[in-house]
């Protein structure tokens, strides 16, 4: 079966660094898709990697392994207003999302 | 670019009432529509896969009879929670991939519709 583990919860302090996994074992592999969404919020696109290797988005990086099945979304200088929940998102080979649980991400003054 | 719209954002129903959400692509066009939804705490769960002019495909345990889909045009697709009971109460959003972009199938979400029934 098609599956995405990633921790369901995580603490962090302001201004700080926190990186969170995510793992997947899916049927074909067209890309690996970080959304970050506020409670009561859509979805909202930040990374997309379909190489190996890290991708860098200003606060925000992306990481990806596709012999491991691995990819780490990286956040720095952490502010209050990136509480949220982190979601991972693989797109099969059918290019449909697998998606995970989510980790709901806390950010502490 | 690349804008999604849903209508309405909230609704309140009674059971037993049908419910029509309308998920609009703004500034692109969208073969393809993807109608979601979440439980509270939970990740999202496909419901469905819209095309234009061509009839939905539900995922496995979702009542095609019950949710509606109908992808008239290539910027609109709508979802009809017919004869809505209490459990359907969620948060339903759609998404949309732009056709016309070559690159990595992003979909683009819409703000989501929060259905409660009483």
């Known amino acids: 079966g098609q599956n995405i583990d990633q921790p369901t919860e995580m603490t962090a302090t302001e201004g700080a660094i926190v990186q969170i996994n995510c793992t997947y074992q899916t049927s074909g592999f067209n890309g690996l898709f970080w959304y970050q969404q506020h409670a009561g919020e859509a979805p909202t696109f930040l990374s997309y990697?379909?190489l190996d290797g890290l991708e860098e988005k200003g606060r925000f990086s992306s990481f990806l392994s596709r012999s491991k099945g691995y990819s780490y979304l990286l956040l720095k200088e952490l502010q209050m207003k990136d509480s949220a929940s982190y979601l991972c998102?693989?797109?099969?080979?059918?290019?449909?999302?697998?998606w995970g649980a989510g980790t709901k991400l806390i950010i502490k003054p | 670019g690349a804008v999604v719209s849903q209508h309405p954002s909230r609704v309140i129903c009674k059971s037993g009432t049908s419910v029509k959400i309308e998920c609009r692509s703004l500034d692109f066009q969208a073969t393809t529509m993807f109608w979601y939804r979440q439980f509270p705490k939970q990740s999202l769960m496909l419901m469905a896969t819209?095309?234009?002019?061509?009839?939905?495909?539900?995922e496995q345990g979702v009542e095609k009879d019950k949710f509606l889909i109908n992808h008239a045009s290539l910027t609109l697709s709508t979802l009809t929670v017919t004869s809505a009971h209490p459990e359907d109460s969620s948060f339903y959003i759609c998404?949309?991939?732009?056709?016309?972009?070559?690159?990595?199938?992003?979909?683009?979400f819409g703000p989501g519709t929060r259905l409660t029934v009483l």
């Open positions: 998102a693989v797109m099969d080979s059918n290019y449909q999302l697998i």
């Open positions: 990697n379909v």
């Open positions: 998404s949309a991939r732009d056709t016309e972009r070559g690159d990595y199938n992003e979909q683009f």
């Open positions: 819209s095309n234009e002019g061509s009839k939905a495909t539900y």
